[in-house]
């Protein structure tokens, strides 16, 4: 068997030739469904594509004259300061190769109806900024658009994904906690064991010898992270620390501890997730693992290129250092008036 | 002269009949320039305008088939939290409507461009979050586009707007910090006399015979904040209140007062503008004038609609007040632990 000719796209139809499968199949192993696929046949459906640089979902269009010069935006929610951050960012970059950013909300429909609709506007490019499944993207595969998802946290075969490295962020966020000291550190947020955030918490407590024993299922709202600063309080054997899975979360629970009457760090130490602006802000100024937002969309862009192999970039976020973890001045550096 | 026949749409040439002027009388007169036009002649239009119904920028092709189902928005800056809670808002209630929501951020580029930009995209309306003055909407004369202006301090002639009555926020702002017994309270913010919020400030100063003396420009952001809370105590008789243009700029001057060693309210309180949720977890929580959005956003869409005359809807932002006002408790309100 030969290769394609180098001037017409991959498509199905030669991933399913090269592997000896018939495009059902292809479709299976890449989805992971709905039709269970034996392991080995996915390996060489997967080697198929990796040496013929198929991409599911057609990039040819990507950007090339002719297009509709728009790329869509999917988020579950403009109004959270991570996902405002991350739209301007994309808005500002779009514009920059004079495309223009269709932003869709996911929070009331659901991701999937967002998807649908957004791939029936034959824009030339999609970011999704939802975590996704293999499920989700199957509502996809006959849409002329190409998809590259931003905010993902794990691989999806044959799928161009922007991957930040939550564990490792978690990871380093609660190690800093225990070099503060602290013993007994909480985690809220997600509570999926899969959860990336809780697992580079759980296995930052495990290299340390101290017990994971303090997790709270908290949703991504101010809302309830002001409710789970009195669950935390009410735990037995309470934490001396928290790991927040999101700035929101974070910013309840600040407010929380002070109605308790209790302060930060000295009371209960604080490290959040997403590092947006009004961390900086907060009181006191919360340490945060930083999202590398200006990268994540620079790459992102990069993969909606026509001549991008499918994969995934990888980035690590940053830990910014502040005063909620322990580190530098909690209490006010000079006083003008008394 | 006869009205035009009702099956067609009003152009600007039937104004300019019934006005007894030159069409580019009728331009000059609606977007004061780029020529002087008599004050009578601009009056004769005006009336002409009105009994005409005519819209400038046609809207006829608002929401009709063959439509491309898509609104465009013009925005200062996405990450912005109040333009965040907007733009979340207007993507909601496009996306019930059957309508995409193309998004433009006219920080970088400057509104004249973005406007231009977004009405070559020949969207079925445009909302313009910006502050525009008409010569900026003369750049869109030529369009077959919509536009509503929803973030408009002041009408502007024969343009469709949503104002919301900064002034009488500010005015009910300031009038409740001398409520509390303030007689030195500083404005900051932008610093044009005909700024509204500045004139709410300086007229309930006035109503109470208290000196308007304490103005200070300040850009919306943070850390243009944060460096504000020094100048204004570096003021001769400084504050022991401040009202704030923007909840961006109360963040850091919220920050700052603390980093002074000063508390809130207690030294110096505080009222801010917008009504982002992000001002309910301040630590006070901040008194804030807050925006309508979500009557801003549905009064928006209803002017985009092609039966609506060209006019403005005025609307009044209510004062939630919470603590750095004063009003409410500023210390814990129990503990749990100590």
């Keep these: 068997m030969t290769a394609p000719p180098s001037d017409r796209r991959v498509t199905r139809a030669d991933v399913a030739r090269l592997a000896g499968v018939s495009t059902a199949v292809v479709s299976y192993a890449l989805n992971d469904g709905p039709r269970p696929v034996a392991e080995a046949t996915k390996q060489r459906v997967l080697e198929a594509v990796r040496l013929l640089g198929y991409r599911p979902n057609a990039t040819a269009r990507a950007l090339k004259l002719g297009s509709t010069s728009q790329i869509g935006l ?6 959270n300061p991570f996902f405002a951050w991350l739209t301007d960012r994309i808005e500002a970059q779009a514009r920059a190769r004079g495309l223009a950013t269709v932003v869709m909300n996911s929070a009331d429909s659901g991701v999937l109806e967002v998807v649908t609709r957004i791939a029936s506007l034959q824009l030339d490019g999609v970011l999704i900024a939802n975590e996704v499944t293999r499920g989700d993207l199957l509502r996809m595969e006959n849409s002329e658009t190409s998809v590259v998802l931003l905010n993902q946290p794990t691989e999806i075969a044959g799928i161009r994904s922007v991957i930040v490295d939550r564990y490792a962020g978690a990871f380093e966020a609660v190690s800093h906690l225990i070099g503060h000291g602290h013993q007994r550190i909480a985690y809220t947020g997600p509570a999926d064991p899969e959860e990336a955030r809780r697992r580079g918490w759980s296995d930052a407590l495990a290299v340390a010898d101290l ?18 600063a009195t669950e935390l309080l009410e735990m037995p054997g309470p934490p001396t620390a928290v790991f927040a899975a999101s700035d ?15 302060s930060t760090p000295d009371d209960v130490a604080l490290i959040s997730f997403d590092g947006t602006e009004e961390m900086r802000y907060a009181r006191p100024p919360v340490t945060s693992v930083t999202q590398p937002v200006d990268d994540m969309v620079r790459c992102a862009f990069d993969l909606l290129g026509p001549d991008m192999a499918v994969g995934a970039v990888r980035l690590v976020p940053q830990l910014a250092i502040r005063s909620s973890c322990g580190c530098g001045p909690s209490l006010p550096q000079k006083a003008v008036r008394s």
């Design 248 to 262: 929101e979360i974070a910013s309840g629970i600040l407010l929380g501890l002070h109605q308790h009457g209790l």
């Design 74 to 79: 999917v988020v579950p929610g403009v109004s």
């Design 211 to 228: 017990p994971a024993d303090l997790t709270l299922r908290t949703e991504y709202s101010r809302d309830a992270g002001l409710a789970a």
